[in-house]
């Protein structure tokens, strides 16, 4: 798919990978819809992306994507404005760095299998849309890209907690560390490019990685085309069996 001419909706736009795959979009020609909740960060991020790419490319509308009303909304007034809409990139997360840390100490660092399983949950429904069926009768594409923790602004800070919290904290912490630290947007970025530009993806998952770069989750032993087969990994927090490399997918939509 060539960028130029197409539009897009970016939902968690404001800052972080939203704005990211944002303007990387609209340096190739896209015009997008930037949403998000946070109204004066999502107008800051508007007025500074129309200056260097055009005031009819850019357009923010605030949304909260929990709400049905208002996602729908947000859909029809995107096409109001620029009379389509090609690509829908699902990648809002929260908006406050406090609610963020409040939802990783209670699904990550208390129950880690309940998060893996919903983070795994949009996998599966990635590779359930870009079946064949799907494509053929909506002329949509479905990918998924799971970076691991990038360097962002709502990245979890490193508070004191309660002392076994703190201790699960550290050894988190830790661990990232030891594998380099976070990975930077632009990485990202450059992974999410593929994905859009490369109309053979259709329920592809793409993982990002400082260790291995990009590359796709294999579906089994066969590669990308057979059945799904999950692949466990080692826990280092807890010394128990997970599947999950801490990545965290977002749910991309491409209009073929």
């Given amino acids: 798919m060539q960028l130029r001419g197409k539009v897009a909706l970016v939902t968690g736009a404001a800052q972080g990978l939203g704005k990211g795959f944002s303007e990387a979009m609209l340096n190739r020609g896209a015009k997008v819809a930037l949403v998000d ?99 053929l009768q909506r002329g949509v594409r479905v990918c998924a890209l799971c970076p691991t923790q990038t360097d962002t602004d709502i990245h979890p800070a490193r508070l004191q907690r ?21 990975i930077k947007i632009s990485q990202v970025v450059d992974g999410f490019l593929q994905l859009v530009e490369d109309d053979s993806k259709n329920g592809a998952v793409m993982r990002v990685t400082l260790q291995r770069g990009v590359d796709y989750q294999p579906y089994g032993r066969g590669g990308e085309g057979v059945p799904y087969t999950r692949r466990a990994a080692r826990s280092k927090l807890r010394n128990t069996e997970q599947v999950s490399d801490f990545f965290i997918p977002a749910w991309k939509m491409f209009r073929s």
């Fill in 37 to 135: 909740m946070n109204e004066s960060m999502g107008r800051e991020t508007e007025k500074e992306l129309s200056v260097k790419y055009g005031y009819d490319n850019v357009v923010f509308l605030r949304c909260d994507v929990t709400n049905k009303d208002q996602l729908e909304s947000v859909f029809r007034r995107t096409v109001e404005e620029f009379g389509t809409l090609d690509i829908v990139v699902n990648n809002a997360g929260v908006s406050k760095r406090s609610h963020w840390e409040l939802i990783l100490e209670v699904n990550l660092m208390e129950t880690g299998p309940v998060y893996s399983a919903a983070k795994h949950g949009v996998v599966g429904l990635s590779r359930s849309l870009g079946l064949g069926p799907h494509l």
């Fill in 162 to 182: 309660d002392p076994e919290m703190q201790k699960m904290a550290d050894e988190h912490w830790r661990l990232v560390d030891s594998e380099g630290g976070l």
